[in-house]
């Protein structure tokens, strides 16, 4: 299902705000103190993260009914994402992707894509342990990797116990 011009410039006006708010919330962050975790790697162009989007939203949007109605409506008529799944622990919903072509694992829509598809996996960075979908090449590493890594070399570990604490601790570049 390709985007109309109607489509793309609905979706054009809601990622500029959705960049705006994500701006904004980043620079509140940082003045706080707060800093997300590097991004390493590269996209292996694996497409797991366009198989099944997921969304996690506030306490209102999930258990408020209007509020939900509203918020899976705009996912499926401007997003294209058609709820499949819904995680009440997590308030998270899980879609499928309508401009998600499984053969060729590509969007048909790439241009206008959501800004939640944009701005993956840098969405992540600010958890406090950003997990990314098996096979993902990318990875997060913490913004003081080099200097924990030089400390862990200096302890007596074995090359094996190394790596596991290196990957764990999120070092790896």
């Known amino acids: ?3 109309g011009t109607l489509r793309r410039t609905v979706k054009r006006v809601a990622r500029w705000t959705f960049e705006a708010d ?6 509140v962050r940082r003045a706080r103190g707060e800093r997300p975790y590097r991004l390493g790697g590269e996209c292996l162009r694996c497409a797991a993260c366009c198989e099944a989007p997921a969304i996690h939203v506030g306490r209102p949007v999930f258990h408020v009914p209007r509020l939900r109605r509203l918020f899976l409506w705009w996912q499926e008529r ?4 058609v709820l499949t799944a819904s995680d009440p622990a997590t308030r998270t919903f899980v879609f499928r992707c309508t401009h998600f072509d499984g053969a060729t694992r590509s969007c048909d829509s790439y241009d206008s894509r959501p800004g939640m598809c944009r701005d993956y996996p840098r969405l992540l960075l600010w958890q406090p342990s950003p997990d990314f979908l098996p096979g993902c090449g990318y990875r997060a ?3 003081n ?3 924990l890594r ?3 070399e200096s302890r007596p570990l074995d090359p094996r116990q190394r790596a596991r604490l290196a990957k764990a601790l999120h070092l790896e570049e």
Not at 78 to 81: D, L, W
């Open 141 to 143: 590493v913490l913004p």
């Open 1 to 3: 299902m390709r985007d």
């Open 22 to 27: 994500l701006a904004a919330e980043r620079a």
């Open 145 to 147: 990797a080099a200097g």
């Open 78 to 81: 401007v997003n294209g994402f």
């Open 150 to 152: 030089e400390a862990l």
